[in-house]
T-cell receptor, first 112, second 110 residues
Framework: GAVVSQHPSWVICKSGTSVKIECRSL??????MFWYRQFPKQSLMLMAT?????????EQGVEKDKFLINHASLTLSTLTVTSAHPEDSSFYIC????????FGPGTRLTVL | QKEVEQNSGPLSVPEGAIASLNCTYS??????FFWYRQYSGKSPELIMF????GDKEDGRFTAQLNKASQYVSLLIRDSQPSDSATYLC??????????FGIGTKLQVIP
């Protein structure tokens, strides 16, 4: 299957700082990538759809000014959590789609 | 609101038995159905997809789809302890929209 990478795999930051997470498609071009968040014992929740060369589409209830998404190339999308707070601590997973979604390994964010 | 329902479990089966995981969905127009396996602390891994009514087999895994009943299932034959994980059902509807179930935790007892 297709390979999607994420970096970093985990990050710990202080409250109020910003954190950038990268998602790369390694062996295919992805005009669309997806960002999910998963809290413990809960399902994946789609946060936003990242579109190469255009603005991301955010799901209802997700603050676009807090979760900045940039999809500058066909192989890279970034999610920046701005002014992170402890309630933003979660497992963030990106995915890209050929015919089926393939997920990156995830980034575990802990905000102290 | 498109919904995908799964029993969160845990579902416990003895090693070598058949594990049966079930999922129902609310959108009758859904076209594509996926099963993902997620180990604790890891991201989901696609194991099966099915588009048409009936059964689809891949090794020890069989996906079953019944669109009339809005029901999709995953059978795992000869269950192994390494199959112990959470299995997520995902349903694609509309353009690029996918909804995930909460997942069923499977425990295979040696």
């Amino acid at each position: 299957g297709a390979v999607v990478s994420q970096h970093p795999s985990w990050v710990i930051c202080k409250s109020g700082t910003s954190v950038k997470i990268e998602c790369r498609s390694l062996d295919f071009q992805a005009t669309t990538m997806f960002w999910y968040r998963q809290f413990p014992k809960q399902s994946l929740m789609l946060m936003a759809t990242s579109n190469e060369g255009s603005k991301a589409t955010y799901e209802q209830g997700v603050e676009k000014d807090k979760f900045l998404i940039n999809h500058a190339s066909l192989t890279l999308s970034t999610l920046t959590v701005t002014s992170a707070h402890p309630e933003d601590s979660s497992f963030y997973i990106c995915s890209a789609r050929e015919s089926e979604q393939f997920f990156g390994p995830g980034t575990r964010l802990t905000v102290l | 609101q498109k919904e995908v329902e799964q029993n969160s479990g845990p579902l416990s089966v003895p090693e070598g038995a058949i594990a049966s995981l079930n999922c129902t969905y609310s959108d009758r127009g859904s076209q594509s159905f996926f099963w993902y396996r997620q180990y604790s602390g890891k991201s989901p891994e696609l194991i099966m997809f099915i588009y048409s009514n009936g059964d689809k087999e891949d090794g020890r895994f069989t996906a079953q789809l019944n669109k009339a009943s809005q029901y999709v299932s995953l059978l795992i034959r000869d269950s192994q302890p390494s199959d112990s994980a959470t299995y997520l059902c995902a349903v694609k509807w509309g353009y690029q929209k996918v909804t995930f179930g909460i997942g069923t935790k499977l425990q295979v007892i040696p």
